[in-house]
């Protein structure tokens, strides 16, 4: 049996790699086209961020997704956990944490300027989501102090500040009015929700 030529040995091996690599572009360039294909998934209303014009209702509680009455909020805490709604729909956007939001009274000559421009009256609402690790904000101090469970990061309500714990940033403010007795979503947060990064 005649050996092969290692020069002919060597050109095989090369025309087989260039055939591999070509193969192997030529399907990565196809996954691409067919990836920009395919629909994107549209997100499911109550997937969504509270949108302007939602009403805020009720998260938890035999009066859940019922619109929260600001004048019934207890002045000076504790908040409470509500949702936003799409008015027309009556979809509660509780699918997504992100929504999850918290409602307080505050005395409104306490309230830093910063806060209180996103406020409706003595209704301020901010993001339930914690900036550390993304927890439910949830615990409630006598001294006006929001607290997460989870590594005890703790809230200023009043300056919208961080006071103690690891959180990198304070809780993002959600605009609000009123109309009709009601709270309304008046713009987008005021920062990114939860963890960033």
Known sequence: MEREDPKVQKERRLMLTLIGTSVG???LSALLVAKDLIPKPSQSPDR???QV???LVH???HTQGQPLD???LPLGG???LAYPMDPKTKVVRSGNAKSTLLVLRLDPKRLAPEVARYAAGEVVVYSAVCTHLGCIVSLWHQQGIMQCPCHGGEYDPYTDRVVA???PRPLPLLPVKAEE???VVAGPFTGPVGVVG
């Open 48 to 50: 969504l961020p509270p």
């Open 78 to 80: 504790p908040p409470l």
């Open 70 to 72: 600001p004048t019934a």
């Open 181 to 183: 007795g009601r709270l």
């Open 53 to 55: 014009g939602d009403v």
């Open 59 to 61: 998260a938890t509680g």
């Open 25 to 27: 572009f030529a399907t």
């Open 165 to 167: 714990g690891p959180p």
